[in-house]
């Protein structure tokens, strides 16, 4: 019996010091993946900044202005090219094309609806502290 419970406690301690060398090889895996991580940031920031002033040199004005003059043959706006409100056409009214289907079958005749009796359940659900109190007393 005795030399059941020395094997055990010997198998325990190899499993033990297994099993804090596997955690500290995890530990220092993980940890280079994290440096890894913050030096790829590092450099996609880097990527972003120059990213960001390349942008900013392409859009100075003087350059655009330069740009515009040379390839596009743009003049001025004048004084003809100005219209007034009455010139503008109106928008044509909205067609109705599923109306005109029905017309065209003779299905746009209005109907002959009833008229609500005065005895009938109002269509109104909405309940109000107001009703429910007139309810109640």
């Not at 406690?9 to 090889?25: P, V």
């Not at 009796?117 to 909405?126: E, Q, S, V």
């Amino acid at each position: 019996m005795r030399r059941f419970l020395h094997l055990a406690a010997i198998l325990a301690l190899i499993g033990s010091a297994l099993y804090a060398y596997r955690i500290k090889y995890d530990t220092i895996r993980l940890t280079e993946q994290a440096a890894k991580l913050r030096n790829q940031i590092g450099r996609e920031r880097e990527a972003i900044a120059v990213l960001r002033a390349e942008w900013q040199f392409l859009n100075k004005p003087d350059r655009l202005q330069a740009l515009a003059e040379a390839y596009t043959d743009t003049q001025p706006a004048s004084v003809q090219q100005i219209a007034k409100w009455s010139d503008i056409p109106q928008r044509p009214a909205p067609v109705d094309s599923i109306g005109k289907k029905l017309e065209a079958l003779g299905l746009a005749a209005p109907t002959n609806t009833p008229a609500p009796t005065p005895g009938a359940a109002r269509a109104d659900t909405t309940t109000t502290t107001a009703t429910i109190r007139k309810k109640q007393q």
